[in-house]
């Protein structure tokens, strides 16, 4: 247990995060937990991955983004070098497809081994609580969103405009209001309280990707973000139209999470495993 921990300690101290707080990890730096002392083994081993992740419906640029990396020479001059940035997932395609012979590698297949177990627990979780857990995400990225506004510009006496702009988008025009009107909730009870899963995760994408858009555009100016967040939203109703999805707006309502009696979480295994996402 005591090299799992190593492994773990590890990953997060070259955990590296994009402007929108996404994680990933280099490829250079997973060579050296993994101890390949040669880049162009590792490079087979990326590959091997790559197409493992291929072959089980995943899209492999999500996970493994190609990349480089200036490095100093031993004349000082620098020069460019290939790397990769990979998702959490990835990482764990790259440890189980690497040599199990080297005693690192074999301690982080079972260390991911443990975080798979860890995942799929969670996935057996009762529908209240995957609703608790997706609810508790969507806030911490509105916190996010807030914070990409602020510093845009918007005044805290606009941010309730600015997040109604934004149901908008996703909701077909309708703000909070008349949403809770449509869905029969009472209008001092929260929203996003009463959303079922589905609704919640096209809000966290619609949340995410409008500050992915204030912060990688450099937006600035107070209707200028207000206008970016509904484009974004707009975009995330386009997507879920593609797809032949219900729109939010005409999914149901569920009973407040904060009227739902909690339930007894199955013991997960401890450790944080890597969030997917490059």
Sequence with gaps: MENISYIKEALD???RSTPTGTDFWSARDLMRILAYSDW????EVIERAKQACSNSGNFVA????ESTEMVKTGSGAERKIEDWKLSGFACYLIAMNGDPSKPEVATSQTYF???TKRQELQQELPEIERRKLLRERVKQANKGLSSAAKEAGVRSTMFGIFHDEGYKGLYGGLGVTAIKKKKKIDQKEDLLDHAGRVELAANEFRITQAEERIRNQRIQGEGNAIQAHRTAAVEVREAIKR???????????EESLKRL??????KLPRGNAPKTGA
């Design 261 to 266: 009696p909690g339930k007894r979480r199955q």
């Design 13 to 15: 101290s070259v955990r």
């Design 243 to 253: 797809i032949g999805g219900t729109m939010p707006e005409n999914l149901p309502a």
């Design 113 to 115: 081994a443990i975080q």
């Design 40 to 43: 162009r083994n590792l490079a």
């Design 62 to 65: 999500h996970h493994f983004v």
